[in-house]
């Protein structure tokens, strides 16, 4: 239970972080700030939507393939961040990577610890 707790720790930790930090990113990767605001602000409506997403197809997946891709889902999203020359569509789909990742990872965490 112990190495539950520290991975779900770590990981919140890092979700934390790329969220705080997700407005200064996309600031100085040239979206206008105005631009990323929006793109930041439908962050929530995917983290609504993961969730109630998750609760569908929880009984139907693996809870441990299900958790594994929820951690993944942040690094794929900084991996489509760093295209120097992709486009606002692109950057608003890794940043609701983020969401669905952010939103969905506590419902996977509590159905793997139980």
């Known amino acids: 239970m112990c190495q539950i707790f520290a991975s779900i720790f770590i ?12 407005l200064p990113l996309l600031s100085s990767i040239g979206v206008a700030r105005d631009t990323a605001v929006w793109i930041i602000s439908s962050l929530g409506f995917s983290m609504i939507a993961s969730t109630l997403g998750y609760g569908l197809i929880a009984d139907h997946v693996r809870p ?43 419902p996977s965490y509590l159905n793997l610890s139980t």
């Open 11 to 22: 990981s919140n930790l890092l979700n934390l972080s790329l969220s705080f930090h997700l």
């Open 64 to 106: 441990k393939i299900m958790t594994a891709i929820l951690v993944a889902l942040p690094a794929v999203s900084c991996a489509m961040l760093l295209y120097p020359d992709a486009s606002i569509a692109q950057r608003a789909i890794a940043v609701n990577l983020c969401g669905i990742s952010f939103g969905a990872q506590l």
